[in-house]
């Protein structure tokens, strides 16, 4: 019986590629649930093998626990003591320690076809699937290939070798692409999760890094350094750009990403279901980058207000179609390459928006600083688009306007300044003695100076927040649409917590 489990410990781990230490736990585990069962009495036993030998030993435990007062039966009187009478048998064991003595051992044999295997089959797969976390663990944002194993409700199972299972999940699939059994694929490894049961490796076809990683195969410049991948952005199973910059001026990159004839770039789009791929030159000018983004559509002109980090892109009124692409792609994806918000709109759109906004400023600065049409147009022009600027930007930066003089400029800056003043106090004046709840100033994503700057407008606590709409928000000064909607929502999480609340007790009643 002893070489009979040396020769399964060697077997098993052979086979499946596992420590043999695993393999003698779980002899070791099965051999104990085997003589529990043997015994109608809980008792609580362990099972110590000979690595060398194969020879095992098997000790029952009684747990030490405290003396009872008033002298209740132990919980568990099969295999709990008391440390009073423990200490008669082992004089320095102490609470939590256990007493063991030897007992009858079963026959391996008897049991090597039920409660051995399946104890061991459980601690292989366990030890198993160990092995693939450890081994993918830190190959998140690589990518992998593997062949198709089987489909399930539109997810796609991955063999990826040695015991390996990834899952692409039916999101993370390319539209309408067709994948059997059997088929060889690529993915990006987006995440590993430590799952209890079914696969812990999570792929995806969609990822624009997949994109950016096939590049890296297809093109060795990449990976030599001559050329870098600067982003991607992908319209799954239709369309991608992908930007590109070189080092080197001598090396054309968008050339060496196409190949010749265009070979490098279709390997790319076959691996990616007919993907169409637009290489783009990256351009440490963000308006450059954003004019070379929007290929093929040609940009007229091109308006970048890095406050909101967006850029007003206008194009010939024949390119406005090309510029925006079949619902929204070109646009949506130029947008993402860049990190831009990108607005397209024809050159008379643009015109008109230009003229709106400065006759919009130009209205601003004659109310605000008291100046004339002529003084307030010239501001306007020369790109002032707040009192702010004409109070602190230099004052020989406004001195290099022509038609100002030191005189002007030195009056219209006390101007915007004494406005700057008077906004100052009448904001003081209007937070006057409000202050906002203890559950407002606490609220995730809130600081002091909002939640005061809230309490002012009449907005007290978290349920009067809830209650707002982003528009009506907007009135705060430097509150921006994106921050109001999150705190909003934010706010109303007690709404949908006891909203959730409600339908449980409805459910359970």
């Known amino acids: 019986m002893n070489k009979e489990i040396l020769m399964v410990v060697d077997v098993v781990s052979n086979e499946k590629g596992v420590a043999k230490e695993i393999i003698f736990e779980a002899i070791e585990a099965a051999l104990a649930m085997a003589t529990k069962k043997r015994h109608r009495e809980d008792i609580e036993v362990r099972v110590k093998i000979d690595h060398e030998t194969g020879s095992y030993e098997t000790i029952r435990c009684w747990e030490v626990v405290e003396e009872s007062p008033d002298a209740e039966p132990l919980e568990f ?3 709990q003591i008391r440390c009073e009478d423990a200490r008669q048998k082992q004089q320095d064991i102490e609470v939590g320690g256990f007493i063991e003595e030897p007992m009858d051992s079963v026959e391996f044999g008897r049991i090597a076809a039920q409660t051995a295997k399946q104890v061991i089959v459980q601690k292989v797969r366990e030890a198993e699937r160990n092995k693939v976390l450890e081994t993918y663990r830190d190959r998140v944002g690589e990518m992998v290939s593997g062949v198709v194993k089987r489909v399930e409700r539109g997810s796609i199972i991955l063999d990826l070798g040695n015991n390996a299972e990834a899952i692409i999940q039916r999101d993370e699939m390319i539209p309408r692409e067709a994948v059997r059994a059997g088929d060889r694929l690529r993915a990006y490894l987006r995440e590993v999760k430590p799952e209890s049961r079914g696969p812990q490796l999570f792929l995806s076809r969609t990822a ?25 952005a992908r319209d799954p199973g239709s369309r991608a750009k992908i930007a590109v910059s070189a080092k080197d001026q001598r090396i054309d990159p968008i050339g060496a990403c196409v190949g010749m004839r265009g070979s490098r770039v279709q390997a790319v789009s076959n691996e990616l279901g007919g993907e169409r791929v637009d290489i783009i030159l990256w351009d440490e000018n963000p308006a450059q980058f954003v004019i070379n983004a929007m290929a093929p559509a040609e940009v007229a002109s091109i308006l970048v207000d890095e406050d909101l980090h967006s850029m ?39 015109d008109e928006k230009n003229e709106s906004e400065l006759q919009e400023l130009q ?15 010239i501001l306007a022009q020369e790109g002032f688009s707040s009192i702010e600027e004409v109070a602190y930007v230099p004052e020989s930066e406004i001195l290099e306007i022509e038609e100002f003089d030191s005189d002007l400029v030195s009056e219209l800056r006390n101007r915007a300044r004494d ?3 008077t ?3 009448a904001k ?13 100033l606490n609220m995730d994503g809130m600081d002091e100076a909002l939640a005061y700057e809230l309490a002012g407008h009449d907005i007290v606590t978290m349920e009067d927040l809830a209650e707002q709409s982003v528009h009506e928000l907007l009135d705060i000064e430097d509150l921006d649409q994106e921050t109001a909607g999150k705190l909003i929502m934010t706010a ?12 449980e007790d409805v459910t359970d009643a």
Request: without cysteine.
């Open 77 to 79: 009187p099969t295999r």
């Open 208 to 232: 624009p890094e997949l994109l950016i990683e096939l590049f890296k195969i297809e093109v060795p410049e990449i990976n030599e350094g001559l050329i870098d991948i600067i982003n991607g």
């Open 312 to 350: 007003d892109v206008a194009v010939a009124e024949e390119n406005l179609s090309q510029a925006i692409g079949r619902g929204g792609q070109n646009i949506r994806l130029a947008s993402e390459l860049t990190k831009w918000q990108l607005n397209v709109m024809s050159i008379e759109q643009a």
């Open 363 to 377: 209205k601003l600065f004659m109310e605000q600083l008291d100046a004339d049409e002529e003084v307030a147009n």
């Open 419 to 421: 406005v700057m003043m």
């Open 423 to 425: 906004r100052a106090i």
């Open 428 to 440: 003081e004046e209007k937070l006057g003695d409000a202050k906002p709840a203890d559950d407002l």
């Open 492 to 503: 109303r999480i007690p709404w949908f917590e006891a909203e959730q609340q409600l339908n």
